[in-house]
């Protein structure tokens, strides 16, 4: 017999409470919500990864869209801050080294760019900005903590100092360090195993307390229903390059709407 929508609507309830028992910081759904609206954490996490003590964090969001430019591809960042310096802080976790390739982290950096230089401001106004990637893996296996990445006059054999830095922190790494005790914080399930109280509180709270349990199961819910949404359309573009099918009929088959399917088209003129 097929199940109905509660019931499924149950089904899947009951799995997502199974998969929050398996989380941990490294995992992109709990990340979300572990840094969601949460400054002391962020500032926490970014003091100990850039070494800067003193470091204050006035900001902090998840998931923020960045696409200024028409046609250019859209980047969500996983958690981005703003120190009382101005400078910006981009905080990706990278759990595939695919996802952590070096094209990526210029993007991303690129992107913060575009994002805050607006008409009418000087290039000399843009803001320093940190892309950290934080990957499961040792990414270039050398058993390092952070592999600090910044670009250099090869002629000179001196920075080139534009502000743009990125830093790739190695989650495999473990020892008596802060940035070891954090690496060991992220691969927690469990929040009485941490290291840092600001993360086991936050980590029991969604695990533990009945409104953080119902804000994971929504948060999860909602990258479900993202997930959908995004392979519809991927079917609809390619229908749309395949060109034998109306636009009412792919809107029909992929049940969107008929002007998301136009805007798909005049967005795949524009490759």
Do not use: W
């Amino acid at each position: 017999m097929k199940e109905t929508e509660q019931q499924k609507k149950e089904r899947e309830h009951e799995e997502d409470l199974r998969r929050l028992m398996e989380f941990r910081p490294i995992d992109d759904n709990f990340m979300r919500c572990l840094f969601k609206d949460n400054v002391p954490l962020a500032e926490l996490v970014l003091r100990i990864i850039t070494g800067k003590k003193d470091l204050v964090i006035t900001s902090c969001v998840t998931q923020k869209d960045m696409k200024r430019l028409a046609g250019a591809r859209s980047i969500c960042l996983d958690a981005y801050g703003t120190d009382s310096n101005d400078k910006n802080y981009d905080l990706e976790i990278q759990r595939e080294d695919k996802g952590a390739d070096p094209h990526r982290a210029r993007y991303h950096s690129s992107v913060m760019d575009i994002e805050n230089l607006d008409a009418g401001q000087e290039f000399k106004e843009l803001p320093e900005t940190y892309t950290i990637f934080i990957t499961e893996k040792d990414f270039y296996g050398k058993g390092e903590p952070v592999y600090v990445v910044e670009r250099m006059n090869l002629t000179t054999g001196k920075n080139f100092e534009d502000g743009e830095h990125i830093l790739y922190v190695n989650g495999e790494y473990r020892g008596d360090s802060d940035l070891g005790k954090l690496m060991h914080d992220f691969n927690c399930r469990d929040a009485k195993d941490m290291n840092f109280a600001l993360m086991a509180e936050r980590t029991r709270y969604l695990k533990e307390n009945p409104k953080g349990v119902e804000e994971m199961c929504k948060s999860m819910e909602d990258m479900r229903n993202e997930a959908d949404l995004a392979a519809r359309k991927d079917i609809a573009r390619s229908f749309i390059l395949m060109g034998e099918l109306s636009y009412e009929k792919i809107a029909k088959g992929t049940e969107l709407p008929i002007e998301e399917i136009k805007r798909l088209a005049e967005e795949r003129a524009l490759d």
